[in-house]
């Protein structure tokens, strides 16, 4: 008997990096139109440093924007400031982050890793029970690994891990090879925020990228 063949993936879904937030109403009025254009999962916050009023106050003030969407709303770091400003969890740079967050936000929050380096740092991430793994991301010094190196990655990572795997990308194309190398979310930062013709039809543009290449995974798998 013929074995049988795995559930097709479903589409990726975008996770939304935000500009480095100060005083945010234009953000505030603009994050309802983003999240309605495209397949949003996640907002990752990323806050200006400043005193912890302050961002929790701003914080908050984009906390409805995004939650009432259905999208979670995750801080970049910041991981004492999570349960007071109502997020759904944080994202952390490395394991040693990783593993000095675990106590506050586990169970009940998402702890989301990036900045591993070797597959090795990846598999302790694994092991650690981080509720997603991303790649492609820049370093301490603003250097990213290449395409190809971030493919290869995504891809060892969705054939044998369970959790989530995410690509940053940088644009769209990148969005469409990391959607075929296995990626389950494409994060998208400064790449829509900066586009000239404005972040809704950035997103839009990624978000069709992503579906694309799904579409064309799951073609090769129904003929073959």
Same mark, same amino acid.
């Given at each position: 008997?013929?074995?049988?063949?795995?559930?097709?993936?479903?589409? *990726?879904?975008?996770?939304?990096?935000? *500009? /480095?937030?100060?005083?945010?109403?234009?953000?505030?009025?603009?994050?309802?139109?983003?999240?309605?254009?495209?397949?949003?999962?996640? /907002?990752?916050?990323?806050?200006?440093?400043?005193?912890?009023?302050?961002?929790?106050?701003? $914080? $908050?003030?984009?906390?409805?924007?995004?939650?009432?969407?259905?999208?979670?709303?995750?801080?970049?770091?910041? /991981?004492?400031?999570?349960?007071?400003?109502?997020?759904?969890?944080?994202?952390?740079?490395?394991?040693?982050?990783?593993?000095?967050?675990?106590?506050?936000?586990?169970?009940?929050?998402?702890?989301?890793?990036?900045?591993?380096? $070797?597959?090795?740092?990846?598999?302790?991430?694994?092991?650690?029970?981080?509720?997603?793994?991303?790649?492609?991301?820049?370093?301490?010094?603003?250097?990213?690994?290449?395409?190809?190196?971030?493919?290869?990655?995504?891809?060892?990572?969705?054939?044998?891990?369970? *959790?989530?795997?995410?690509?940053?990308?940088?644009?769209?194309?990148?969005?469409?090879?990391?959607?075929?190398?296995?990626?389950?979310?494409?994060?998208?930062?400064?790449?829509?925020?900066?586009?000239?013709?404005?972040?809704?039809?950035?997103?839009?543009?990624?978000?069709?990228?992503?579906?694309?290449?799904?579409?064309?995974?799951?073609?090769?798998?129904?003929?073959?």
């Amino acid at each position: 008997m013929a074995a049988k063949p795995a559930p097709p993936r479903p589409v *990726p879904r975008l996770y939304l990096a935000t *500009p /480095v937030v100060g005083d945010s109403p234009a953000l505030v009025s603009s994050l309802p139109g983003l999240l309605a254009v495209a397949d949003i999962a996640a /907002v990752l916050v990323r806050l200006q440093m400043t005193d912890q009023r302050s961002m929790i106050a701003r $914080t $908050t003030a984009l906390a409805p924007s995004i939650q009432n969407t259905g999208a979670a709303l995750l801080l970049d770091g910041h /991981v004492e400031l999570v349960a007071r400003t109502g997020a759904d969890g944080a994202h952390l740079s490395g394991l040693t982050a990783l593993e000095e967050a675990l106590p506050s936000l586990k169970p009940d929050r998402i702890a989301g890793v990036g900045r591993l380096a $070797t597959r090795h740092d990846s598999m302790l991430a694994g092991e650690l029970d981080a509720d997603y793994v991303l790649f492609g991301e820049a370093d301490a010094k603003g250097h990213r690994p290449s395409r190809d190196a971030v493919v290869e990655r995504l891809g060892w990572w969705a054939e044998l891990f369970e *959790p989530p795997c995410i690509g940053y990308a940088a644009s769209s194309e990148e969005a469409y090879a990391f959607a075929r190398a296995g990626a389950d979310f494409v994060l998208v930062g400064d790449a829509a925020w900066g586009d000239a013709r404005g972040a809704t039809a950035a997103l839009a543009e990624f978000g069709q990228a992503m579906r694309q290449a799904h579409a064309e995974m799951r073609a090769a798998a129904q003929a073959g």
